[in-house]
């Protein structure tokens, strides 16, 4: 399985961005797709996450300006960054793993098996 991320870039704040996740080779029935971000000396955070019947979730601090969606016939998840902040300066991941029937998407980064290289996004103030 491979997940690659791209996208990323540099943009004034107030600019957008839309990120791509381009999976092969994923087998789970029932999973999980999302986003984490990490800045230097800081954990990797939960930023939007997608389980396999479309059902999103968007961390509260970021909703009405990020969202998740897919392409199922391109398996690609995108995430779609609006009114971006400096603080949105991250490496963005796309991440993926197995999920529990009837569950809904883990918060936690340890949860996900799979992840991409990472796709850098700057917001410059």
């Known amino acids: 399985a491979q997940l690659v991320e791209s996208g990323g870039g540099s943009v004034q704040a107030g600019g957008s961005l839309r990120l791509s996740c381009a999976a092969s080779?994923?087998?789970?029935?029932?999973?999980?797709m999302g986003w984490f971000r990490q800045t230097p000396g800081k954990e990797r955070e939960e930023v939007a996450t997608?389980?396999?019947?479309?059902?999103?979730t968007i961390v509260s601090s970021l909703k009405g300006r990020f969202a998740i969606s897919r392409d199922i016939a391109k398996n690609t998840l995108y995430l779609q960054m609006n009114r971006l902040k400096p603080e949105d300066t991250a490496m963005y991941y796309c991440?993926?793993?197995?999920?529990?029937?009837?569950?809904?998407?883990?918060?936690?980064?340890?949860?996900?098996?799979?992840w991409g290289q990472g796709t850098q996004v700057t917001v410059s103030s």
């Open positions: 991440a993926a793993g197995p999920r529990s029937v009837g569950a809904a998407c883990n918060s936690i980064p340890g949860a996900y098996n799979i």
């Open positions: 080779g994923y087998t789970y029935s029932h999973y999980c």
């Open positions: 997608m389980t396999d019947l479309g059902m999103p």
